[in-house]
């Protein structure tokens, strides 16, 4: 019963082994999962022109982008450039992109140690407040205290002013 389970994806995978089987005796060679045609580096292919050697790509691209102030700032902040003066009126677009991201990034780890410092100190506080005695309900029942003594002392007033009749 369990191997009459297995049969339908076993025949499955056997006619897939069995067309990499073909594959391997028609070109020579293995492909992994055979997915796409291996091509012989000895044979050369007809009526398809032998590529020449690359160009040499520029430092820059031309046309660049000019920076603004803040790219300026950006760049240095990043590590690029050490002075605005070193800076080139026009830069990569991907220069710059890559240097806001470098900057973002050590915002990032700035704002993660500000709160880590942040909420040590809160920690430190609380402690200090707790071993004071002071929390937010005694501190609140206090107010509610003052609240209701400023209320008496109003409608006792308030009764004064109206018996001196």
Same mark, same amino acid.
């Given at each position: 019963?369990i191997l009459?389970?297995f049969?339908?994806?076993? /025949?499955?995978?056997?006619?897939?082994?069995? *067309?990499c089987r /073909? *594959?391997?005796?028609?070109t020579? #060679?293995? =492909?992994? $999962?055979? !997915?796409k045609?291996?091509?012989?580096? #000895?044979?050369?292919?007809? !009526?398809?022109?032998t590529?020449a050697?690359?160009p040499? %790509?520029p430092?820059? @691209?031309l046309?660049?982008? %000019?920076?603004?102030e803040?790219?300026?700032k950006? $760049?240095?902040?990043?590590g690029?450039? +050490?002075?605005?003066e070193q800076?080139p009126e *026009?830069?990569p677009?991907?220069m710059?992109?890559?240097?806001? !991201? /470098?900057?973002?990034? @050590?915002?990032c780890?700035? &704002?993660?140690?500000?709160?880590?410092?942040s909420?040590l100190?809160?920690?430190?506080?609380? @402690?200090?407040?707790?071993? =004071?005695?002071? #929390?937010?309900t005694? $501190?609140? &029942?206090?107010? @509610?205290a %003052?609240w =209701?003594e400023e209320?008496q /002392?109003e %409608?006792?007033?308030?009764i004064a002013?109206? +018996?001196?009749?």
């Amino acid at each position: 019963m369990i191997l009459s389970a297995f049969t339908g994806p076993r /025949r499955a995978f056997a006619a897939f082994a069995a *067309q990499c089987r /073909r *594959q391997v005796l028609d070109t020579g #060679s293995w =492909r992994r $999962l055979c !997915n796409k045609p291996v091509e012989s580096v #000895s044979e050369p292919r007809p !009526n398809v022109p032998t590529p020449a050697a690359a160009p040499v %790509r520029p430092a820059y @691209k031309l046309p660049g982008y %000019r920076p603004t102030e803040f790219d300026k700032k950006i $760049l240095i902040w990043a590590g690029r450039f +050490k002075t605005k003066e070193q800076i080139p009126e *026009q830069v990569p677009f991907e220069m710059i992109d890559a240097a806001r !991201n /470098r900057v973002r990034v @050590k915002a990032c780890y700035v &704002m993660m140690a500000m709160t880590i410092l942040s909420c040590l100190a809160m920690v430190i506080l609380g @402690k200090r407040a707790a071993g =004071r005695h002071e #929390s937010l309900t005694s $501190l609140n &029942m206090e107010k @509610k205290a %003052r609240w =209701r003594e400023e209320a008496q /002392r109003e %409608r006792e007033a308030a009764i004064a002013m109206e +018996k001196p009749q």
